[in-house]
């Protein structure tokens, strides 16, 4: 078995900020400690060297010849300095200024410098026009010195001198100072420097998650820390980047449901348009074969009698009367369903409309033996198309009284409700199946084939009904009773109607 090898975590931003930072730093103050370990020796020597010249300027313009004749500043200068000054007449033996104890040494010491029997011990730094700077290592006093010989314009002898022990025992207390230093301003600096590097990569790493859920599909997420600098600016950009993104994938996923519901209708039109050839294929395949059967009995003179031939001529003439009568329904339906057929809205009395159907089907419900219960007596003023709601009417009735069952009663209301009259026609029968309530609308859908051939229907009639209440803004609907079935619809009502309800048995 082959083992994984653990994925190395590269570090952080946070980190490497952190430690080029820390490694700058460290570097940064090893070099200054190593420049002041070589150099502040030769340096502070350099200083001491100013220093000694100074003092012998300041002096000369003074052109001292006693000690009262001394600034009161030189002495707090030579003590700040860690000088030992001697000043003497021309020829060396007389004394006229000192600050050191040991100034009878001194001037033994100047004698000698001017003799030069101290020439092994001397380093000569600087030569000026009237003085000079040695490096001188004193052999009775067992140590270096740092000192200054030369005479005043008024020609008086001036010695300066300064131990270099101090020079050294300095520098080393400052580099163990500045290493001791160094090594906590490294620790402190690394602290801060992490605080401020984790300060820093904060908005980038609220932008890296922003980024992480955007990448999800999460366009809520914000960048919620502000800021005027360039991480601000582009915690903005995220912010545009996700409301623009959020509301083109909105428009997109719009797009894509229009389009499923495009496709899906294609389909929908496709099966239907497939039922539709099916059906009516169907429909006429029936009457076309009797019309055939009998119309090639009657060529052959099957039967001389003439009464079959007058049956025979009847079912021909009964058959084409069927498929003429579903040919024009079907014109009408097309004409309904694509807007050809012209709509007349009009005023007229509804109640008077019921009336002229149950007339004009009088033999029908006779024959049906229907009992029908419609008492309105007022008028139902109503805006519509009074034909097609005439044709609406006849087809519910016709619908009703081929679905009675042993009450066969038929009862037709009307009732308005906020300024739209609802028409309901019941009957009497069994309830439509609760799947099939939306499909009765269909062309050609039939609940029960078999007894809807037996009355001829076609099952185009309730969708003549729908096609009539789409070309008028009107609704119109199927409603199942415990002892029978209800179909409505509505019609824009007049507003001075007066109109009484009737109650449903």
């Known amino acids: 078995m082959k083992v ?47 220093v ?13 010849t006693s000690g009262s004749d001394i600034p009161d500043t030189f002495e707090h200068f030579c003590a700040t300095n860690n000088l030992k000054v001697i000043i003497t007449g021309p020829e060396l033996s007389s004394y006229i200024y000192s600050n050191a104890t040991d100034r009878q040494s001194l001037q033994t010491l100047i004698f000698g410098l001017i003799s030069g029997n101290e020439q092994e011990n001397l380093e ?9 700077i040695q490096k001188f290592h004193d052999r009775y006093a067992g140590g270096d010195y740092l000192q200054l010989i030369g005479w005043f314009d008024n020609g008086n002898c001036y010695f300066a001198r300064c131990p270099l022990e101090s020079i050294d025992d300095a520098v080393v207390i400052s580099s163990q100072f500045y290493t001791i230093t160094g090594i906590w301003m490294i620790l402190a600096g690394a602290v801060v420097i992490w605080l401020i590097a984790r300060k820093i990569v904060q908005p980038i790493q609220e932008l890296t998650g922003i980024s992480k859920r955007m990448a999800a599909l999460d366009f809520d997420a914000r960048y919620t820390s502000g800021g005027k600098d360039e991480i ?99 014109l009408n339906l097309n004409q309904l369903e694509f807007g050809e057929d012209q709509v007349t809205m009009e005023r007229f009395d509804l109640a008077a409309v019921i009336q002229g159907v149950l007339q004009s089907s009088a033999i029908l419900i006779k024959q049906k033996e229907a009992v029908i219960l419609f008492s309105q007596e007022t008028p139902i003023p109503v805006w519509g198309d009074e034909f097609k709601v005439e044709e609406v009417i006849t087809n519910y009735l016709t619908n009703a009284l081929n679905h009675l069952n042993e009450e066969r009663t038929i009862e037709i209301s009307c009732k308005k409700e906020q300024g739209t009259v609802i028409t309901t026609v019941f009957n009497t029968g069994d309830p439509i199946p ?10 050609f859908f ?40 209800a179909f409505w619809f509505t019609l824009e009502a007049d507003d001075g109607s007066a109109l009484e309800e009737t109650e449903k048995m």
């Open 434 to 443: 609760e799947e099939d309530l939306d499909k009765i609308w269909i062309k």
């Open 52 to 64: 000694l010249s100074d003092s012998f300027r300041l002096l000369n313009e003074a052109s001292p």
């Open 232 to 330: 601000g600016e582009l915690g903005n950009h995220f912010n545009i980047m996700s409301e623009k993104l959020e509301k083109a994938i909105a428009e997109l996923k719009s797009a894509n449901v229009q389009l499923q519901k495009d496709i899906n209708e294609k389909i929908q039109i496709d099966e239907m348009r497939r039922e539709f050839l099916s059906n009516v294929t169907h429909e006429l395949k029936t009457p076309i074969a009797l019309i055939q059967g009998y119309a090639e009995g009657l060529k052959d003179n099957i039967s001389d009698d003439p009464e079959s031939r007058e049956f025979y001529c009847d079912v021909i003439v009964d058959e084409a009367a069927k498929m003429n009568e579903m040919v024009k329904k079907l």
């Open 446 to 485: 039939k609940v029960d084939k078999a007894r809807t051939r037996e009355y001829g229907g076609s099952g185009i009639g309730l969708s003549i009904v729908k096609a009539i209440t789409d070309s008028m803004n009107q609704h119109c609907g199927c409603r199942n009773y415990d002892n029978g079935v």
């Open 4 to 50: 994984r090898e653990k994925k190395k975590r590269k570090p952080s931003v946070k980190t490497k900020i952190a430690l080029t930072f820390i490694a700058t730093m460290a570097i940064t103050l090893m070099l200054i400690g190593l420049i002041h370990y070589f150099f502040l020796g030769s340096f502070y020597s350099r200083h001491k060297e100013e």
């Open 124 to 132: 000569i730094i600087e030569s000026g026009r009237n003085y000079q």
